[in-house]
């Protein structure tokens, strides 16, 4: 099957770029949502079930183990038939997963949870390879960071909103140890999917193919994407950091609530999940601060530095009791907030006709949470649930060092600045300096530089 006919991002029109991003936008509440409640399910199963923490972390395993699994398979797809296909795959895919979370609660049985995790994972997948991609490359990659960590601030509202709803379905009065309540939840869950589904397929999503973001950038004279996919070592290392911020994220998030708990303070489940609800929104609140700040710093810069915090605040809550050790908490949440787009945006930064494939690879480093909570169960069962948290802090540096890799290659290529700045106009300015006067730009050159300006100036994140 030949790939689709398309454009880039940075030859849309207004309206048309703003529906574009508007669209897609939405679909990063819903696994925002699914990744919500997954890790408040994690603590109620082990009250359920009557199993321990390492056990419960199956769920973990399944969720991203799929992402690791099939999330290759998402990129070649999307290579062949386009985004919108993929995102119907998806969602497909999502909402079959959450009908099968009502007969696992219905028997109560915990394998039938793990099997429709997976399948649920597989969906969110292949949507976060189309999502990702999609807005990354919807103008100009001076903003992608900021463009996609604006949409994924989404993702952060769905995320604190499931710790919400199982803290006042899921643990309190008979509800605290039944499965009533989740397979209600779920369906709603599925009634979404299908929702969203309807909708992209009676609208107009403009396809962004690869071979046209090459000649955007072979035109300008960078050449970051030529070569086979196995020299993208930026994309390959992104691969790694990746894998290594979301293990370390996720076994976070997965033993919030148990350390909230242990913490000697007074803090049952109930206001354990509360209180975990509000680390979502200190991690929301930090993706849209972030926003901000990507708009005038270098991300790989600022995310060395988000890093460096991470790590040091993962170190802290691993030593600290009581409430010392929870602010810790909500400051590795607020660092942890802009870690993800910048890894996926830096990692598929100018790949060209590699794109699509970068992009799974990239997502497929989800699958990182599917190896750290099991090391982290296995230390928490063994001592205290505080201590286990010097598992997500390796993450935390492994990404550290990716991110000051790159400063040091962008250093030594363009020197050092701490401001970012537009790679595709600088280049193109520079191409035009070079021709005399008795010389012109090509037609289509001039045309995609005057269709930059106007899209760039209206880019949505800029305004913000």
Sequence with gaps: MAPPTGTTGTQLGRRQWAFAFALVTSLFFTWGFAYGLLDVLNAHF???????????????????????????????????????????????????????????????TYGGFVGSTFVIGCGLSTLEVAANSYISVLG?????????????GFQGVASFAGPLIASRWF????????????????????????????????????????????????????????????????????????TAYVGAQVTVASFAVNFLVDQGVGIDQSKASKLFSLCQVTFTIGRFVGVAILNFIDPALLLAFYGFCCSLFCLLVSQLLGYSGIACLFCLFFFESICYPCIFTLGTKNLGVHTKRGSGLIVMGVGG???????QGALADSTYTRHSYLVPMSGY????????????????????????????????????????????????????????????????????
């Design 46 to 108: 082990q009250t359920v079930f009557g199993i321990s923490k390492l056990q419960s972390t199956l769920l973990q395993l399944a969720y991203f183990g799929a992402y690791f699994v099939w999330a290759p398979f998402a990129g070649t797809f999307m290579r062949r038939v386009g985004y919108k296909k993929g995102i119907h795959i998806g969602l497909g895919l999502y909402s079959i997963g959450a009908i099968f979370f009502w007969p696992s609660a219905k028997y109560e």
């Design 140 to 152: 100009t990659p001076q903003y992608a960071a900021a463009r996609l960590n604006f949409s994924q």
């Design 171 to 242: 643990f309190t009065g008979a509800n605290a140890t039944s499965l009533g309540t989740v397979q209600w939840v779920y369906l709603a869950v599925a009634g979404l999917g299908i929702a969203l589904n309807i909708l992209f397929f009676f609208c107009d999503l403009p396809e962004i193919t690869e071979d046209a973001l090459a000649e955007e950038i072979d035109e300008v004279g960078i050449t970051d994407g030529q070569g086979p996919f196995w020299q993208q070592y930026r994309c390959i290392f992104g691969f790694v950091a990746q």
């Design 369 to 375: 949470g599917a190896w750290y909570p099991p090391a």
């Design 397 to 464: 540096i492994a990404m550290t060092i990716y991110a000051a890799g790159l400063v040091v290659d962008q250093a030594r290529k363009n020197g050092f600045s701490f401001r970012n700045h537009d790679e595709l106009t600088a280049n193109l300015k520079r191409a035009a300096d070079d021709f005399s006067p008795s010389d012109s730009l090509p037609d289509d050159a001039k045309g995609r530089s005057s269709s930059e300006k106007k899209v760039y100036s209206d880019e949505l994140v800029r305004v913000v």
